[in-house]
């Protein structure tokens, strides 16, 4: 039996399936199994996944796999999926995607990652008054830099030059399942952008078989030094987003954050 979705965007949905559909593509060359999902009117209707036990087995073929999806490629950082139909905008957030190669941003992921996904979700918060002063003008001075390319770095060794990432990739969105892969992915903001933010994801709501994930995925396609330390930064924009949400504990965390970064 299918999982419906319904939202009061047939156009979310849209994007969901056409994500859903771009990084399935990387399956026949071993990228992690992506769950089935048709778009029928206004509902969307994804195959239901069955579950199993996270074990250390499955850990170590989800972190392979993913690695096999990040290098499936994608064509300019923050890339809508292919077949995705304007409004370029993800979740519920409406987080954009850039319908072209942000202008001035060249092969930066994060002058287009701050100019596309982050400062719009900033001045959101601001204007919702999710910030007092001084937390905003933190938030403003890392976004600067990341937008100035501070803490660009190179991607995974298999990752030509964009990655095709999941985008939404938290614990939830991961169903742990028997197939080869370890794991079926559902509910992506798949885009074009840096591997890292996919594996940031994973680490900030906690992930069971982690460490067996990261360690899996840096033996299958070797992480560039410092990847750790950079998991922090690359965690800013969600906590901003779930900022504009639900405010409260998330807001500081992402002021916490910034300030280690700015």
């Not at 994804?46 to 199993?52: M, T």
């Not at 850039?98 to 990652?113: N, T």
């Not at 370890?182 to 994801?201: F, K, S």
Request: one cysteine or more.
């Amino acid at each position: 039996m299918d999982v419906t979705k319904r939202s009061p965007s047939r156009s979310a949905l849209a994007m969901e399936a056409a994500g859903l559909a771009w990084l399935a593509e990387a399956e026949p060359r071993g990228g992690t199994r992506i769950a089935r999902a048709r778009l029928d009117g206004d509902v969307l209707r994804v195959a239901r996944v069955e579950p199993a036990a996270a074990t250390p087995a499955r850990a170590e073929a989800l972190g392979r796999s993913l690695a096999l999806l990040h290098a499936e490629g994608a064509p300019w950082h923050c890339c809508p999926p292919r077949d995705a139909e304007p409004p370029f905008e993800v979740g519920s957030s409406r987080t954009p995607l850039a319908a072209r190669p942000v202008e001035g941003a060249g092969d930066s992921w994060g002058a287009a990652w701050a100019a596309t996904a982050v400062r719009p979700i900033l001045e959101r918060c601001t204007a919702a008054g999710r910030f007092h002063a001084d937390g905003a003008a933190t938030v403003a001075r890392a976004v600067d830099r990341m937008e100035a390319g501070a803490f660009d770095a190179p991607q995974p060794r298999l990752v030509e030059r964009v990655a095709r990432i999941h985008g939404d990739l938290w614990s939830g969105n991961v169903l742990w399942s028997a197939v080869d892969t370890g794991a079926v992915l559902i509910d992506p903001h798949a885009q074009g952008g840096h591997a890292e933010t996919d594996l940031a994801m994973l680490a900030l709501f906690g992930l069971p078989q982690l460490e067996r994930v990261l360690a899996a995925y840096d033996e299958a396609s070797p992480l560039a030094d410092g990847w750790r330390e950079r998991l922090a930064m690359q965690q800013l924009q969600p906590l901003l987003v779930h900022a504009l949400r639900f405010g409260g504990a998330y807001t500081d965390h992402a002021v916490e954050v910034a300030r280690a970064l700015a």
